[in-house]
């Protein structure tokens, strides 16, 4: 009786083990992965250019026609020196006669406070000797008429010779005065010379302005000029860089703008030199947002000396790191089965073969991982499969998986990094996970 006992429970543990056997077969597979700690990193990853602290375009301020073209693109220049030589010769000529008119000048008031002086003099002694000698001729009439030697008539004709002698020493004494420093003739003469003087400042202006010079020390970027071209104001000959700290501007897409800061580090890298990044930091943030573009833009400072390569309006790749974690309870974004916040989501985990609701608190986000703050533990098996039936059995087939760096469109240059984090060789990828690789590291999402 016994054995038949034993015999029977054999047959029913049998029967239970294929029937369990059975249910995992018709159970759904699911893709799932193991809670680990792993470093969580936030950068975002754009495209800036290369820009001088200052850039100018210089050109002609008169119209004339080009001899030289002293520099050409790319050479740097010091402050003062010749860029471009324009034709001099008419205005070299109106430099030479203006200089003439004012030695004419020049003389003429150095003969008025010399040899005119003199003149002068002597005819105011003149003149008044010439007085004198009428006056005593009128008295010595006036007493013979007196005495009725001669006729009244006499008397006057003397008395108009003295009138004459008077007349003429006061313009002598006029034109003494105007011979004095202060007089009218010298201050003409000083006006004239100080007019002649001001024509020379102006011809020499003019000849200044046949060499084009450089206003600072700089590079030229590009010149528009040629010899023989005659060349107008208004127009740009040569657009040059100023000596100054180099700085790089981006345009960033403003949905991003609460991520970024001024002192963030970062990372840049020119396509062409892939093997040569350099660091930057955020040094400022436009006010104002481009709405045209829905951007702002935001400034970069080396902290370095600016590698030989960097040329200006180069186009390079910049990542930002907006915030870091180093040791974080990562998930996967594509196993959120619903969120109910900003913060707030569930999962489901494998408890006991069986899908289970789990709800979690979500800190940092990247593109595609999340940091757990509250609701799992390491160890805890996630579904990736979010369409899973909560409460039935289930099949797992776990995943190797780490946070990856993606900017796939939509992005905008949002991405995610795990430093030290890598995936089994040989394991399956995570359905939906990218897998990171070079050109996916410094992504040209949102433009210039």
Known sequence: MERRWIWIAGVVAVIAAAALLWLSLRSPQVAAIEMRY??????????????????????????ARVVKVLVADGVAVRQGDVLVQLESDELRAALIQAQASANQVQARLAGLRSTGRTAARAAVM?????????????????????????????????QRTVDVARAQQTSAQAQSLANADAGTDILQAQAQLDQARAAITTAQARLAQTQVIAPATARVLTRQVEPGQIVQPGKALMSLALAGPTQLIAQVDERFLEQLQPGQSTSVVADAFPDQRFSARVLSIAPAVDAQRGAIEVKF???????????????????????????????????????????????LIVQDGRAKVRPVRLGLRTLDAA??????????????????????????????????????????????TAP?????????????????????????????
């Open 38 to 63: 792993a470093p969580l990193v936030r950068s975002l990853q754009f495209s800036a250019r290369v820009a001088t602290l200052s850039r100018v375009d210089i050109g002609s301020t008169i119209t």
């Open 126 to 158: 003149q003149a008044e000797a010439t007085l004198r000698t009428a006056q005593a001729e009128l008295a010595r009439m006036q007493q013979l008429v007196a005495q009725g030697f001669i006729s009244a008539s006499r008397l006057d004709e003397t």
């Open 301 to 347: 400072s080396l902290d370095k000396a600016p590698p030989t390569f960097l040329r200006e309006d180069m186009t390079l790749s910049v990542e930002v790191e907006t915030a870091r974690r180093e040791r974080a309870l990562v998930l996967p974004l594509g196993a959120l089965r619903s969120q109910t916040g900003s913060t707030s989501a569930s999962v």
């Open 371 to 416: 940091e757990v703050l509250e609701g799992l533990a390491p160890g805890d098996i996630v579904l990736l499969a979010v369409d899973a039936k909560p409460d039935k059995h289930v099949r797992v087939k776990m995943q190797a998986w780490q946070p990856s760096v993606s900017a796939g469109p939509g992005a905008l240059g949002l991405t995610s």
């Open 420 to 448: 030290g984090a890598s995936a089994a060789p040989g394991s399956p990828a995570v359905p939906g996970a990218r897998t990171p690789d070079a050109g996916t590291a410094m992504t040209n999402a949102i433009g210039r």
